[in-house]
């Protein structure tokens, strides 16, 4: 019997710990790295977020999106191949949804960098050009049509 309790009060002890790990974990801005990505240097990272395909102009990107998520108390995004990850692409898209602008960059044929804004009818609309043309977009896309 005082194995029983022995067991028993084991398994309780080590429950109230792991609960109280998870009860101070803190996700108030724990990570303040501050990234300065080279929006022109195009190295694709592909990764699946909440079963989206997410493209990443590099692993620079994807980093600083990662410490967003970890500030978030949401598990980092992992990398995995494009063939995996198109998998995810958004094959349709409703009607409904807000607007949104979001900025690409890229070198132009004469090694010019240049910047463009494009306007998609809901995020959803814009994971999928993302996704099916290989083209990440910069930062986090702003509500409503591009200024």
Same mark, same amino acid.
């Given at each position: 019997?005082?194995?029983?309790?022995?067991? !028993?009060?084991?398994?309780? %002890?080590?429950?109230? #710990?792991? %609960?109280?790990?998870?009860?101070?974990?803190?996700?108030?801005?724990?990570?303040? !790295?501050?990234?300065? &990505?080279?929006?022109? *240097?195009?190295?694709?990272?592909?990764?699946?977020?909440?079963?989206?395909? @997410?493209? +990443?102009? =590099?692993? /620079?990107?994807?980093?600083?999106?990662? &410490? %967003?998520?970890?500030?978030?108390?949401?598990?980092?995004?992992?990398?995995?191949?494009?063939?995996?990850?198109?998998?995810?692409?958004?094959?349709? &898209?409703?009607?409904?949804?807000?607007?949104? /602008? *979001?900025? #690409?960059?890229?070198?132009?044929?004469?090694?010019?960098? @240049?910047?463009?804004?494009?306007? +998609?009818? =809901?995020? &959803?609309? %814009?994971?999928?050009?993302? /996704?099916?043309? =290989?083209?990440?977009?910069?930062?986090?896309? =702003?509500?409503?049509?591009?200024?």
């Amino acid at each position: 019997m005082d194995l029983y309790k022995s067991s !028993l009060l084991v398994v309780l %002890l080590c429950g109230f #710990f792991h %609960l109280s790990l998870a009860q101070i974990r803190d996700c108030s801005g724990a990570c303040t !790295l501050q990234f300065r &990505c080279d929006p022109y *240097a195009k190295n694709l990272i592909w990764a699946v977020s909440g079963g989206v395909c @997410r493209v +990443f102009q =590099s692993s /620079c990107f994807l980093g600083s999106h990662n &410490c %967003l998520r970890e500030n978030q108390c949401l598990q980092p995004l992992v990398p995995t191949n494009q063939d995996k990850c198109m998998a995810h692409c958004p094959s349709s &898209c409703s009607s409904s949804g807000l607007q949104v /602008c *979001a900025s #690409f960059s890229y070198v132009d044929t004469n090694g010019v960098k @240049r910047d463009r804004q494009m306007v +998609f009818q =809901s995020r &959803c609309h %814009l994971n999928q050009y993302a /996704c099916q043309n =290989s083209n990440a977009y910069i930062g986090d896309p =702003s509500n409503g049509s591009c200024s």
